[in-house]
């Protein structure tokens, strides 16, 4: 992304997740807030024809089951006894606004332009910015997490949940692997969720030239998509890194789990992963 600009894969995602509110039954991530971050205009838009294809569908399904599955997990962590939540790439993602876990303090780390956009969607929307939410401007590609956290009072000796979802084909994988150390360093009992770009061995060739299209398109927006992960082989890298666990959900695990039994078609693709990590 440019340094000036919010990212417009952040409003990509906000908009399926929002889009997921209001085609999509049952629902799998419920948000009551997706339609109103993106706001009246784009709310109206998906309220009106609905023009998904099934491609998108696909996409669609993986983004809501990541964000379900990452916030499943942060639960589990809470009733645990964890009380800090680092959302890394926060993007348009609304839990901070609609935390159902009082104790819980939420640290949204992203770039600087796109925080500053998405202050201004927030106000314009009227969603309020509770008490127990910080914001952690930084550029992955120039600054860390361990650098910045601090400054907004995250406290380092205690255990932390972390999700990074829809962030790592964007980097490099030493940018990535730095990361990973870092959580790898944090107090015995944190966790991470996130997400991976399958490799073109995983997926069909009707997938694979649909992602160049999609390649072709981040890299016009200046959000090119650059990293792609074996999700198994980088969960055992990184117990070499700390992790004392690490498991994998490929694209059966995912659907298994959330969209068993539908009949709309809903389901996720194996162009992406999950990988939950405990230190």
């Known amino acids: 992304m440019k340094e000036d600009r919010p990212s417009k894969t952040a409003l990509r995602s906000a908009m399926l997740r929002a889009a997921h509110q209001v085609w999509d039954e049952p629902i799998v991530l419920a948000d009551p807030l997706a339609l109103r971050i993106v706001g009246p205009e784009q709310a109206a838009k998906l309220r009106g024809t609905r023009t998904d294809t099934a491609f998108e569908r696909s996409i669609r399904a993986f983004m809501v089951a990541r964000s379900r599955f990452a916030e499943d997990a942060l639960a589990e962590a809470v009733a645990r006894g964890l009380r800090q939540y680092v959302v890394l790439g926060a993007g348009l993602d609304t839990f901070a606004y609609r935390n159902p876990h009082a104790e819980l303090r939420v640290f949204e780390v992203d770039h600087p332009a796109t925080q500053g956009w998405k202050k201004t969607l927030l106000a314009e929307t009227h969603v309020t910015v509770p008490a127990n939410a910080a914001w952690v401007p930084i550029d992955f590609m120039r600054q860390t997490p361990a650098e910045e956290l601090p400054k907004a009072d995250w406290d380092k000796t205690q255990p932390t949940f972390f999700s990074w979802l829809g962030v790592t084909p964007y980097l490099t994988r030493d940018a990535v692997l730095a990361t990973l150390s870092f959580v790898a360093s ?3 009992g944190s966790e991470i969720v996130f997400d991976v770009s399958t490799p073109g061995s995983h997926v069909s060739l009707v997938d694979r030239i649909v992602r160049m299209g999609v390649m072709m398109k981040n890299a016009l927006r200046n959000e090119p998509t650059v990293m792609r992960f074996d999700p198994v082989a980088l969960a055992r890298e990184m117990k070499g890194l ?6 994998t959900l490929d694209s059966a695990a995912v659907n298994a789990r ?3 039994g539908r009949t709309d078609g809903l ?3 194996n162009r992406s992963a999950l990988i ?4």
């Open 258 to 260: 959330y969209f068993a």
């Open 276 to 279: 939950r990590a405990t230190v």
């Open 267 to 269: 389901k996720a693709s």
């Open 242 to 247: 700390g992790f004392t666990q690490a498991d």
């Open 186 to 188: 944090c107090p015995k």
